[in-house]
């Protein structure tokens, strides 16, 4: 299995560009998340989805998109990249999902929005 | 909503045994998660705690009180390899399926 997978590893982008992180689980998990990770800091959570067809909010949601169309692909789109987008993002995937449950983390996407 | 404390710092040295601890306030509490992170790597899972008490696993133990909105990692026989960043996190008992991070401890294990 190659568990979770992220792509691409790097990117640079000017502002106002939008464009496309991919993540994709081999682990038939139904629930996948997004993160993102700021120097020094925490993963603060951007969007989830519990299942095929069904994504929420997370903490920090504005500016971009999700949508879940099969159980193992869960893109997030930056519609308009701005500076402040410029971070680490982590997609994760667990069975079932929180709260009890131990997440699985991608290698990680680093994004610098110039 | 959530928020979580620990100490951004800690240092030990070699063999040494560190404990790092964290606070929670939430709004529905379900249970408390760690997670390590070495530089530039992804997070990985440790432990958790639902219930009080201890949980073992290996050099690793965590321990959790509910009634006081704390737990602690507890790293033992300390290696170089130990030296990463460790995550407290905490799931929500609201319906809403998301966990919410500290900002994480960084640990420097010196020889």
């Known amino acids: 299995n190659a568990g979770v997978t992220q792509t691409p590893k790097f990117q640079v982008l000017k502002t106002g560009q939008s464009m496309t992180l991919q993540c994709a689980q081999d682990?038939?998990?139904?629930?996948m998340s997004w993160y993102r990770q700021d120097p020094g800091m925490g993963l603060r959570l951007i969007h989830y989805s519990v299942g095929a067809g069904i994504t929420d909010q997370g903490e920090v949601p504005n500016g971009y998109n999700v949508s879940r169309s099969t159980t193992e692909d869960f893109p997030l789109r930056l519609l308009s990249a701005a500076p402040s987008q410029t971070s680490v993002y982590f997609c994760a995937s667990s069975s079932t999902g929180p709260p009890g449950e131990t997440q699985y983390f991608g290698p990680g996407t680093r994004l610098l929005v110039l | 909503g959530q928020s979580l404390e620990q100490p951004s710092e800690v240092t030990a040295v070699e063999g040494a045994i560190v404990q790092i601890n964290c606070t929670y306030q939430?709004?529905?509490?379900?249970?408390l998660s760690w997670y390590q992170q070495h530089d530039g790597g992804a997070p990985t899972f440790l432990s958790y705690?639902?219930?009080?008490g201890l949980e073992e696993t290996g050099r690793f133990s965590s321990f959790l009180s509910r009634s006081d909105s704390y737990g602690y990692l507890l790293l033992q026989e300390l290696q170089m390899k130990d030296s990463a960043s460790y995550f407290c996190?905490?799931?929500?008992?609201?319906?809403?399926?998301?966990?919410?991070f500290g900002s994480g401890t960084r640990l420097q294990v010196q020889p």
């Open positions: 996190a905490v799931g929500e008992d609201t319906g809403r399926r998301a966990l919410t």
């Open positions: 705690n639902a219930l009080d």
């Open positions: 682990m038939n998990h139904e629930y």
């Open positions: 939430t709004s529905g509490f379900y249970g």
